[in-house]
């Protein structure tokens, strides 16, 4: 055997071929004729050594816009915050890294017990009374809510507006499909839901209507007065916010929420490149058992100790599928734990600071943009750590961050992709990562560029 670590010898590859009877693994092949065969060479490099492809890897990984060296002002639904050293020490530990699913509760309790304290978490966040154990992530959680929604009121119309992250709207859109549901969205007027085409919107057979706060375009929306707008047409309220944003903004439960959903990516997750993340699903307790995915209670045992069980899974694993909730049959455990490690890490106060410190440099950063004679802030609504500017209508923002990376910044995202009437629009991002020094550098190299 020339290569160890190979599990397949040419002993095991003899024995292979003599039990289906075959003399050579071309044989195998015999019936797919010459003319449809690869007959050339396959257009790959040739074998590296061990040391030849670790130097070749670190050269290829060495031409990633990371986050370490360059200064990022893209967010868009992932973000640049600073992760604490204890996050990945933690979730590193074999007993977490490597589990799966807790189905025997009797030796999964440290993972059930770091789900449960996730749900605690998202709870006191959302000012919901429940929440499950985790989602893929924020997009497919808030298609979720709308599939509870319609199983709930029995209703096939949802309202969406265009403030919702657009991944989120497709996938939506998706899901309704499946599902014979028909979506509606409603427009924005100064980056947020306007109102009143809301209101015209909303009728007798709506059974969600879903809005995004902070919401895409970074702008806070009125919940308070989207709530009445809704729950008087007899339908259910879903908001998707950031989670970092509840640190100071009011939850969206004690305004009137029937389910909350988002992104625990600001919670310690790596950007990664776009993924993977952990969604987050809360509800009222009216929906407890409609919520898809798992949650995990606690009990004590006959001992009077307290333990942790899965409960009250009405996924289609379960139960039989007609009367499923959802066919979502997993949860994000260790990103997850990602979030609960920081938000312990951090705390309540530690949680306040950090979105006080994204709402301080987002603002001082919109008024330095705002000084500049070529840059404009488009939207006057209150705004969390996101905002919009105006590069101008023929201003080319993918050519312009092409130039801004060789300067060393990720500029924001452009607008352009998903709303044609931005183009030429740039959504920046500024978090607790961003300094004074580069906020004012990024704005003059924008400003030079245009």
């Known amino acids: 055997m020339k290569h160890r670590y190979l599990p397949t010898t040419e002993q095991d590859r003899k024995e292979m071929l003599e039990a289906v009877g075959a003399a050579s693994v071309s044989e195998l092949f015999a019936d797919i004729p010459e003319s449809v065969r690869f007959q050339g060479t396959l257009n790959i490099s040739e074998q590296l050594n061990e040391q030849a492809m670790l130097r070749h890897m670190r050269q290829l990984s060495g031409r990633n816009a990371d986050f370490d060296a360059y200064a990022s002002f893209?967010?868009?639904?992932?973000?640049?915050?600073?992760?604490?050293?204890?996050?990945?020490?933690?979730?590193s530990r074999s007993e977490f890294y490597t589990a799966y699913t807790p189905y025997q509760p009797e030796i999964s309790q440290g993972e059930l017990q770091a789900i449960f304290e996730f749900q605690s978490y998202i709870c006191?966040?959302?000012?919901?009374?429940?929440?499950?154990?985790?989602?893929?992530?924020?997009?497919?959680?808030?298609?979720?809510?709308?599939?509870l929604a319609h199983g709930a009121t029995k209703r096939r119309q949802i309202v969406i507006s265009r403030a919702v992250h657009p991944e989120a709207r497709a996938i939506m859109l998706t899901t309704a499909r499946g599902l014979n549901l028909d979506v509606v969205e409603v427009g924005c007027e100064d980056g947020v839901t306007k109102l009143s085409e809301l209101q015209a919107t909303?009728?007798?057979?709506?059974?969600?209507?879903?809005?995004?706060?902070?919401?895409?375009?970074?702008?806070?929306?009125?919940?308070?007065?989207?709530?009445?707008?809704?729950?008087?047409?007899?339908?259910?309220?879903?908001v998707s916010c950031n989670?970092?944003?509840?640190?100071?903004l009011e939850p969206p439960g004690k305004l009137g929420a029937d389910i909350v959903v988002g992104d625990t990516q600001?919670?310690?997750?790596?950007?990664?490149?776009?993924?993977?993340?952990?969604?987050?699903?809360?509800?009222?307790?009216?929906?407890?058992?409609?919520?898809?995915?798992?949650?995990?209670?606690?009990?004590?045992?006959?001992?009077?100790?307290?333990?942790?069980?899965?409960?009250?899974q009405a996924r289609e694993q379960h139960i039989r599928r007609e009367k499923a909730t959802s066919n979502i049959c997993s949860n994000q455990a260790l990103l997850a734990l990602c979030a609960s490690v920081y938000l312990s890490t951090m705390g309540k106060q530690g949680i306040q600071d950090v979105a006080k410190?994204?709402?301080q440099k987002a603002h001082y950063a919109a008024k330095t943009f705002a000084s500049r004679s070529k840059l404009d802030i488009v939207f006057g609504s209150p705004f969390f750590n996101e905002f919009v500017v105006k590069l101008g209508a023929g201003t080319d923002v993918g050519a312009i961050?092409?130039?801004?990376?060789?300067?060393?910044?990720?500029?924001?995202?452009?607008?352009g992709r998903d709303y044609p009437e931005l183009k030429g629009h740039m959504l920046v991002a500024v978090t607790e990562q961003r300094t004074k020094e580069d906020i004012e550098q990024f704005a003059d190299r924008l400003e030079e560029l245009l």
């Open 74 to 91: 893209l967010g868009a639904g992932m973000y640049d915050h600073h992760l604490p050293v204890v996050v990945n020490h933690v979730i």
């Open 401 to 415: 961050n092409s130039k801004l990376l060789e300067s060393g910044f990720i500029g924001g995202y452009d607008l």
């Open 243 to 248: 989670p970092l944003s509840l640190g100071l």
């Open 202 to 238: 909303v009728g007798a057979d709506t059974a969600a209507v879903i809005v995004q706060s902070p919401n895409f375009f970074g702008c806070i929306e009125d919940i308070a007065a989207i709530e009445p707008i809704i729950h008087g047409a007899g339908g259910l309220l879903v």
């Open 266 to 312: 600001p919670f310690g997750i790596p950007a990664s490149f776009g993924g993977p993340s952990c969604g987050y699903f809360a509800v009222a307790e009216a929906w407890m058992r409609r919520m898809p995915g798992r949650i995990v209670g606690q009990t004590v045992d006959r001992d009077g100790k307290r333990g942790f069980v899965l409960t009250l």
């Open 124 to 147: 006191e966040l959302t000012g919901m009374k429940v929440a499950n154990a985790s989602m893929y992530d924020g997009a497919t959680a808030l298609a979720e809510a709308g599939a």
């Open 357 to 359: 410190l994204n709402v």
